[in-house]
């Protein structure tokens, strides 16, 4: 067994070990018995509440649920905790953009307000927010007031209670998926940007996918920082809360640029102006927000629709090149753009019209599938570039082979002709002889010189020309060029009788 062969065997044998190994984890951990111990627990906690407004009316209400409040007006929400609580156990608040303070008969145990630590706008950003309880706190009175310069005073999400690592499992089996797919779509993102780049700079051309690669790069970085999870990976999160609006409203840029350079800029008037209202959009959004006046959270409507703008300019103009025939050009990435438009066209209804509390994996998903089509239609097009790049070559070479070969078998007859020449002019005496002889002579060194240059021109081509410093006979020169135009010169004289005649009648 020759070594190539040992190696394609060890191949086998690794893809073996790797189904085995495969096998037998998702054996043991969907058939064998739980082996794992774990005190943690969570669930919602479901008690009866009432809503207190600041004129001191009161309405039974159910936690989660939308009431009516007023924006900044401070609204507490109050019931009773239940005489069987266990030691050491939280529950934990979602505080949906708002100042929180929780109060146990009247004592405060816990807060929350970003007011001193945020740079600019008018609310908290959401976090969750957790309180500690004990037995002895059965049967008193949980009071919680939440107050928010935002639309959602009235708004109160669900209610959990359990240990922290208890409530923090619950949340990612209900939400994990969200960051999962965010760090997938992040990692995806960068290896494309830095891929276009690489291949940039190897093939001295830019690459439409970079574009794209800054776009799924946006989206991740948007859920990431929208994540229910983001006070646990980052320190700040008011600034991470204002960063998730910013990608919002960046989003659509290296979209519209990719759909603009993939296409050809042929419906470059409408990608024109759809991108310089968004940075119009994207300017005015953020001058307000950094001067306090507008908060991004009442300016979600505006940028969304730029964003629903921008998608459905991208699929009119596909849809436009599916008449005019130009989609043939790139009808694998106008599949991936269907389907991402449909998902983030779905996601949008779903998050600006705050119908579902939606976690961007439909989106995440659309972007992933239009990426993989982007990304094998660019491996197609730098395959093709290759191959035209390689027969370029191969025909460069040929070329150059046959000016070689050309050569050579012209300058043998060449040699020849001047060797018999030589001849002539060792053996005549008669001047005429001679003289004709000499004019062969050099004729022939002149054509064997033009011959010489078609080598250097394929010296010059490989890059193999030398450059070697000689001198030179200038009368030498000047009597070869006169030659080689003198017979010519000849054929137009008038007075052909005599070569030597028509030779003095012509140079006099």
Known sequence: MNMDKKMDFLKWVFRIIVFIVAFLFLLGEFVLPKETMSDAHCEPFDAPWKMIREDGSTTDIRIPGNYEANRNEKVFAETVLPE?????????????????????????????????????????????????????????????????????????????????????????????????????????????????????????????????????????????????????????????????????????????IYMNELQKRRHNTLYVVVSSLTALDIIVCLTLQFL????????????????????????????????????????????????????????????????????????????????????????REIVRTENEKQQAIYANESKARFLANMSHEIRTPINAVLGMDEMILQESTEPNIREYAADIQNAGKTLLSLVNDILDFSKIESGKMEIIPVQYDLSSLIADCYNMVAMRAVSFCPCRDSVRKTTACCFR
């Open 84 to 256: 069987d609580i266990e030691e050491n156990l939280y529950l934990c608040f979602r505080s949906n953009r708002k100042d929180m303070e929780i109060y146990v008969d009247n004592e405060l145990r816990q807060e929350y307000s970003t007011a001193q630590s945020r740079f600019f706008g008018h609310s908290s950003p959401g976090a969750f927010v957790f309180l500690k309880i004990n037995a002895g706190d059965g049967g008193k009175t949980l009071r919680v007031s939440y107050q928010t310069d935002t639309a959602y005073s009235g708004s109160f999400q669900e209610i959990y209670y359990g240990d922290k690592m208890g409530i923090w499992g619950y949340l990612f089996h209900e939400r994990g998926d969200e960051l999962i797919v965010a760090l997938l779509l992040l990692l995806l993102g960068v290896a494309s940007i830095v891929g276009s780049v690489t291949l940039r700079f190897c093939y001295h051309k830019p690459l439409d996918l970079e574009y794209l690669g800054w776009g799924v790069t946006f989206a991740a970085c948007w859920m990431i920082s929208d994540s229910i999870f983001r006070q646990l990976l980052f320190p700040n999160i008011s600034i991470v809360n204002d960063m998730a609006f910013v990608m919002v409203m960046l989003l659509p840029f290296p979209f519209l």
């Open 292 to 379: 306090n006046l507008v908060d991004f959270a009442d300016s979600i409507s505006v940028f969304g629709a730029f964003c629903a703008v921008a998608v459905l300019s991208m699929v009119a103009t596909t849809i436009a090149d599916c008449f005019n025939g130009s989609i043939v050009q790139y009808k694998l990435v106008a599949i991936g753009i269907l389907g991402a438009a449909a998902a983030s066209v779905t996601q949008l209804v779903l998050y600006f019209g705050r119908k579902a509390d939606s976690s961007g994996v439909m989106i995440a998903l659309g972007m992933v599938f239009l990426l993989v089509t982007s990304s094998i239609n660019t491996i």
